[in-house]
């Protein structure tokens, strides 16, 4: 297990929102991402998760005034599952760019075929 304070996960998660290619940024819109330190009881080994209506399923009557969807990243799954810090870069940036394509609408089985499983 690393240790690593809730400030320094945040700042990784950050980095890893910052990595994203700008094409991709530019298309998101009203979803916030945030940092928890535990997954609900059920999924404890949940690293991350996306909550809202992917673009792909938003139809014309999608109210672009409704909360922001969420993406939340979990901070003791991932420093409990690395054995280094850079693993926790690694594992924290897969982690967001898997979250962020659900957001686009790529399913689980696309995002491991293409290797952000």
Same mark, same amino acid.
């Given at each position: 297990?690393?240790?690593?304070?809730?400030?320094?996960?945040?700042?990784?998660?950050?980095?890893?929102?910052?990595?994203?290619?700008?094409?991709?940024?530019?298309?998101?819109?009203? =979803? *916030?991402?945030? #940092?928890?330190?535990?997954?609900?009881? /059920?999924?404890?080994?949940?690293? @991350? $998760?996306? !909550?809202?209506?992917?673009?792909?399923?938003?139809?014309?009557?999608?109210?672009?005034?409704?909360?922001?969807?969420?993406?939340?990243?979990?901070?003791?799954?991932?420093?409990?599952?690395?054995?280094?810090?850079?693993? =926790? *870069?690694?594992? #924290?940036?897969?982690?967001?760019?898997? /979250?962020?394509?659900?957001?686009? @609408? $790529?399913? !689980?089985?696309?995002?491991?075929?293409?290797?952000?499983?």
């Amino acid at each position: 297990m690393v240790e690593m304070t809730r400030e320094e996960f945040e700042l990784e998660v950050s980095d890893a929102l910052d990595q994203l290619p700008p094409q991709v940024v530019d298309h998101i819109d009203n =979803v *916030v991402v945030l #940092v928890e330190d535990e997954p609900p009881t /059920e999924t404890p080994d949940l690293l @991350g $998760i996306y !909550d809202g209506i992917p673009l792909t399923e938003r139809g014309f009557m999608w109210d672009g005034g409704a909360l922001p969807d969420r993406i939340t990243i979990y901070r003791n799954p991932t420093l409990r599952m690395c054995e280094s810090v850079e693993e =926790v *870069v690694e594992e #924290v940036l897969v982690t967001v760019v898997h /979250e962020v394509a659900h957001y686009f @609408g $790529i399913d !689980d089985d696309r995002l491991h075929e293409l290797g952000w499983g």
